[in-house]
Every structure is written in structure tokens, then in C-alpha cells.
């Protein structure tokens, strides 16, 4: 109470500094005794003290919060009136009596406020008051907050007062429609399609859309009845809803009459303007659609953007694929529109994701549509052959290698006879491909006639291998290595004395292979430790880790005096990695290393190796001024206590 005695006083100052302070530590200890001061404040032109006493009056909150906020409802300032609102529909649920009593105020601004405020409570008892406002008041705009209010509640309760509602002033029925379809009770179907009957257009149109939002099956045979006597854009409307209440599978489960009757009407809705009503025209003709849903539905996919429509586009080819094959979609695959022949030939694979093998007539549609379309589409179509075909299409794909000079085509026919079907008969035309112009030709290329690595294509290799061109040795010795290394162990031997550092590189990584280390592979791989390209040192390097025994030990502390630093911190991580003590010392060596991050690269290492050298070490760099050399060599310490729990 002395407290709250202080801050009455603050409350009371001249300086409005102290009157702000004055309010938050009212609000900040709970002082109900200055609740009435605090309210009294709110009128004030000052935003800082206003601030403050709207900040300690949410704080404080309770019965006389609400009864010192509630007269401010009649302020003739309209920021009074917001900022005692915005009060109220938080605190107000704790004196709900004296919200209830102002819903039959005769002011009917007053009877608005309590409305709104209600809505905010989250309590039960706002029903009955809400409903009887709704349903007796004579003020329009009373009713239509009570409405809204009781949308915003959400309570089934409320489902009664509102159904009876639905016949008052358009304006009263927009907030009750809307409260109706947050609420969802099953009660107010019966009650919103009744009222179509009587409802203007505008009306009659949020039922139907309330409707689809409910959600409830018993709503369909109730709009289907009424489908027939709408007009056009109810009738779509209805169409949406219904779609949205049953899903597009659904719709099998109508009668043929029904199923039928209802398809005119998705194709009219298909070409409505509004998005939603033609995504719902689309989920719905996908189960009951033919021809001229195809067609139309091509249409829409034709004025979709694929980068700002990407979703929409999707469901539309997907939704034309449940449809299956139609002389639209076989018309497509030729339409001068690339976008409407892309489109098809994307449904064509999805309507047989394995069109070669199961779907002949899919498969031969796309074959046959190959050599009469744009470049982009040829594109697409051998590439989802590529992916589907099985031997019975080889014909069609070595026509293409013969014929054909685009790379990206060259490349799917190169894959499906090389790499997949590893078809022999077909290696002495993918093998040209190996000098196209474009790299990712040529990795095509390698990689089909690796898969394929037969005797004669090894040959081929064999004489490329012979080659000036250091490209040619270079594909010469990747493909003999992964064919096979050890029968091609002489090409390999000679790749290693390459002029090329990458060819060495590659007969290095080659060697490896396996790790089947032995004495041959010692001399063939430790003798490339001392090569002049950093990078074929690096792999060695890397090899040693990988393959690693006891005795490359020696060759890896070597590897930590190698002019690059990289090599070194490869060499480092491979003895941290195998926990080697024997180079415990030479890293310590290096913690003088020039570059720092080969420094952190050995402390880390020390940390993970252990032992009383490698602790020591650390533990006089804890001493540096250096913070990040000082935090790797604690948490390397840390490693090495952990270790020894």
C-alpha cells in the first residue's frame, strides 16, 4: 500500500516525465488503487502518458479496470473511444455484468461498442446477450456487430439465433452468413439453402460460396436441385461449392444423369473468370471430363505463366492426365504454341509414367510426334523416352544419333542406348559423340560407352589413349580405369608419366580404386607424392587417408613439409583422423605456421591425437592474446579430457 502511495503521488506531479514513470510502475506492482487515476490519464494529449497508462491499465486488469474504462466509451474524442475499445476487448471478459448491461444502453453507439467488445471474450455468457441484440434491436448496425461478434466467438451455441437471422436486412444477413460459415454447424444448412429462394444475387452468392466453406455433404443434393434454374454465374458458383464439399472423385459416385448434366456445367464454369471457380471446374472434370475438357482445359494451362502460375499449371496437368488420352491432347502434341505442346507432352508422360513398357499407344504418340515438332519439344519428348523406353524403341534412338545434331537430344539417345540398354551394336555411333562440341555431350558419351565396356570398346580406348590430344588421353584413361583398372594396369602405368597433370591426376584416383594396396601399388602411388602438380600430391594425399596402414605414416608427416598448404592440411586431417602419435611432434612444429587457418587446422588435430605432448602444446597457447587461437586450442583441450573419461 505505501507503494502504491508513492505512485499516486508520481500520478499527481506537474512534470509529465514523472507522471509517465508514475504509470508504468503503477502497472508494473499491480496498483489497483491507481486504476481510476490511470483511466483518467488515457484523456490526456500526451502519447508517452497515454502509452504508459494504457500499458499498466492491460497489466492491472480485473473489474475495475473494465468499470474505469467503460465511461471513456462516451468520449466525444474518437482516439478516446479506440483506445478504450482496444482496453476493453482485452480485459473486458473479467467483468462480463457490466459489458451485458451496456448492450441495452440507449445509446445505440453504446450498444455498438459492447457488441464489438463481446466478440473479444472468448466466454459463453457473450452468447445469450449477443443473440438477443441480433434478433430484438432495433438498430441495424447493432445487429450486424452482433452478428460479426458472434462469428468471432465461434460457438455452436450460437448457431440457433443466428439461423433464425438469416431473413433480416441484406446488410445484417452479409455478417450472419459470414458467422454462419466460421461457425459450421450442421443446423444452418437447412437454413442457408432456404433462403435461396428469397436472397438477391449478391446474397444468394456468399450462401452458395458458405456453403463450399462448411463443407457439409447434405449441402449438395440441396444446390443440385437448385443448379438448373440459376443463371450462369450462380450456377458456377454452385458448381464450385459443390466441387469443394464432394472432391473431384466424388462426382463418380453420380448418377449418369447426374454425372452428365453436371459435366456441361463444369465446362462452363471452366471458361468462368474467376481462378478459383475454374481450379474447382478442373478438380472436377479430371474424374468426369472427355474431350472438350481436355481441350478447354489446354486452353487454360496454354495463359498460364510456368514461373508465376507453377502451382496452378501443375494441378491442370495433372488433372488433364486422370483424364487420359483424347484427340485434344493428340492435337496438342503439333499445336504452333510451344507452351500448349509442352503442356501435352507433359501429360502424355504422366498419363503413363512408364509409356514404353505398358502403354504402347502413349509410347508411339510421342515417337511418331518426334520428327514433326519444334526443338524444344523433340527435347522433352526423347528425354521422358529415355527415361521409359526399353530395347523396342532402340530403332527410334539410333536414327536419332545418326540424324539428329542438337547436343541435349544427342545426349538422351546416348543414355538410353549407352548407359541404360548398354546395347554393343550401338557403340560405334555413340562413340563419335566423344569430340562433340560440347562437354556435357561428351560426359554423355563416356559415360554410355563405359556402361556399355565391351573388348572392342576398350580397344577404341586403347588407340585413343595413343592420341595427341591431351582431352582424348584424358577421356582415354577415365574410362579404361572404371571398365577395368587392373586389366588395363599398363595404360594406367604409362597415364601416371603424362606431360597432363590431370591425366595423372585421374590414373592416380584410379589406382586407388579398391585400396588394394600392394607392392606395385606403393610404387605406382607413393611415387606421385613428389609430383610437380600440387593437385595430383593432393589426391595422393587423400588416397593414403583413405587407404590408410601403418606404414604410410612416414609418407604423410612428409606430406605435412610440402610446399602447398593445402597438401598439408589434407596430411594433417588424415593423421588426426587415424590418430597417429607418431606425428604428434611435427605438428607442434607447425603451430608456427604462417597461415593461420593451417594453425587451426593442427590444434584441432592435437586435440583429437591426445597425449601429454600434444596437451602441453595446448596448453601454452592458452597463454596467447590471440581469442581464436586461444578457443580452437580450450575446446582441443576439452577433446583430450573427454577422452581420457
Not at 496452378?312 to 492426365?321: E, F, M
Not at 599398363?490 to 595423372?504: F, M, N, V
Amino acid at each position: 500500500m505505501a507503494e502504491c502511495t508513492e505512485y499516486l503521488a508520481l500520478l499527481n506531479s506537474e512534470d509529465k516525465e514523472v507522471i509517465r514513470e508514475g504509470a508504468f510502475r503503477a502497472g508494473e506492482n499491480n496498483c489497483v488503487e491507481a486504476v481510476d487515476q490511470l483511466a483518467k490519464l488515457l484523456l490526456t494529449n500526451h502519447l508517452g502518458i497515454q502509452e504508459a497508462a494504457d500499458s499498466s491499465l492491460r497489466m492491472i486488469g480485473g473489474k475495475e479496470t473494465v468499470r474505469a474504462v467503460l465511461p471513456l466509451l462516451r468520449s466525444d474524442e474518437a482516439p478516446v473511444r479506440n483506445l478504450s475499445m482496444d482496453i476493453l476487448r482485452e480485459v473486458g471478459c473479467q467483468d462480463m455484468p457490466s459489458l451485458i448491461e451496456l448492450v441495452h444502453d440507449e445509446d445505440p453507439d453504446i450498444r455498438i461498442f459492447a457488441a464489438d467488445i463481446l466478440g473479444s471474450t472468448d466466454s459463453l455468457l457473450a452468447v445469450e446477450p449477443l443473440c438477443d441484440a441480433l434478433l430484438k434491436d432495433p438498430e441495424v448496425n447493432v445487429r450486424y456487430q452482433a452478428a460479426v461478434s458472434l462469428g468471432e466467438l465461434g460457438m455452436d451455441e450460437a448457431a440457433p439465433c443466428l439461423n433464425k437471422a438469416i431473413n433480416d436486412e441484406e446488410w445484417v444477413q452479409y455478417s450472419v452468413i459470414e458467422a454462419l460459415t466460421k461457425i459450421g454447424h450442421a443446423s444452418s444448412v437447412d437454413a442457408l439453402v432456404k433462403t435461396l429462394d428469397s436472397a438477391s444475387d449478391l446474397v444468394a452468392s456468399m450462401i452458395i460460396d458458405s456453403l463450399g466453406e462448411m463443407g457439409n455433404v447434405k449441402a449438395v443434393s440441396m444446390l443440385l436441385k437448385r443448379i438448373d434454374n440459376s443463371h450462369t454465374a450462380l450456377r458456377n458458383k454452385i458448381v464450385k461449392s459443390v466441387v469443394k464439399i464432394l472432391g473431384g472423385k466424388s462426382l463418380t459416385l453420380l448418377s449418369d444423369e447426374e454425372r452428365a448434366r453436371f459435366r456441361e456445367y463444369l465446362l462452363v464454369a471452366l471458361e468462368d473468370e474467376d481462378e478459383e471457380t475454374q481450379d474447382a471446374a478442373i478438380q472436377g472434370l479430371a474424374y468426369v471430363g472427355g474431350e472438350k475438357a481436355s481441350e478447354g482445359m489446354l486452353k487454360i494451362a496454354q495463359s498460364l505463366d510456368p514461373d508465376v502460375d507453377h502451382e496452378r499449371l501443375a494441378v491442370t496437368i495433372d488433372s488433364l492426365s486422370h483424364i487420359g488420352v483424347t484427340d485434344a491432347l493428340k492435337k496438342g502434341v503439333f499445336d504452333e504454341d510451344q507452351k500448349v505442346a509442352q503442356v501435352a507432352v507433359q501429360v502424355l508422360s504422366r498419363i503413363s509414367p512408364n509409356a514404353c513398357t505398358e502403354d504402347l499407344e502413349v509410347c508411339n504418340l510421342l515417337i511418331d510426334a518426334f520428327w514433326r515438332v519444334g526443338l524444344q519439344v523433340q527435347r522433352q519428348i526423347v528425354a521422358i523416352a529415355a527415361e521409359q523406353a526399353n530395347e523396342s524403341s532402340k530403332d527410334f534412338f539410333i536414327r536419332i544419333l545418326e540424324e539428329h545434331t542438337d547436343g541435349t537430344v544427342l545426349k538422351s539417345a546416348a543414355y538410353l542406348l549407352g548407359e541404360k540398354l548398354q546395347l554393343e551394336e550401338c557403340a560405334h555411333l555413340i562413340f563419335p559423340l566423344l569430340g562433340h562440341q560440347y562437354d556435357d555431350v561428351k560426359e554423355a558419351a563416356l559415360d554410355a560407352c563405359i556402361a556399355i565396356g565391351t573388348t572392342e570398346v576398350q580397344d577404341r580406348f586403347k588407340e585413343m589413349f595413343e592420341s595427341e590430344d591431351p582431352l582424348n588421353r584424358l577421356m582415354a584413361t577415365y574410362a579404361l580405369s572404371r571398365i577395368d583398372a587392373q586389366d588395363n594396369i599398363a595404360i594406367l602405368k604409362k597415364a601416371l608419366e603424362d606431360e597432363i597433370p590431370d591425366i595423372r591426376k585421374v590414373a592416380v584416383e584410379a589406382m586407388a580404386e579398391g585400396c588394394q594396396v600392394d607392392d606395385d601399388w606403393r610404387a605406382l602411388v607413393l611415387g606421385r607424392l613428389n609430383d610437380e602438380s600440387k593437385d595430383v600430391r593432393l589426391t595422393v594425399v587423400e588416397i593414403l587417408g583413405k587407404c590408410f596402414n601403418e606404414s604410410f605414416v612416414k609418407e604423410l608427416v612428409g606430406a605435412l613439409d610440402d610446399e602447398d598448404d593445402w597438401v598439408k592440411i589434407r596430411a594433417v586431417d588424415a593423421l588426426s583422423e587415424h590418430r597417429c602419435q607418431e606425428a604428434v611432434g611435427k605438428l607442434i612444429e607447425m603451430l608456427d605456421n604462417p597461415n593461420r587457418f593451417v594453425v587451426m587446422k593442427v590444434i584441432e588435430s592435437l586435440g583429437i591425437i591426445g597425449g601429454s605432448d600434444a596437451f602441453r602444446a595446448l596448453l601454452a597457447i592458452t597463454d596467447s592474446d590471440e581469442y581464436e587461437l586461444v578457443s580452437a586450442a580450450e575446446n582441443a583441450i576439452n577433446n583430450i579430457q573427454d577422452s581420457q573419461e
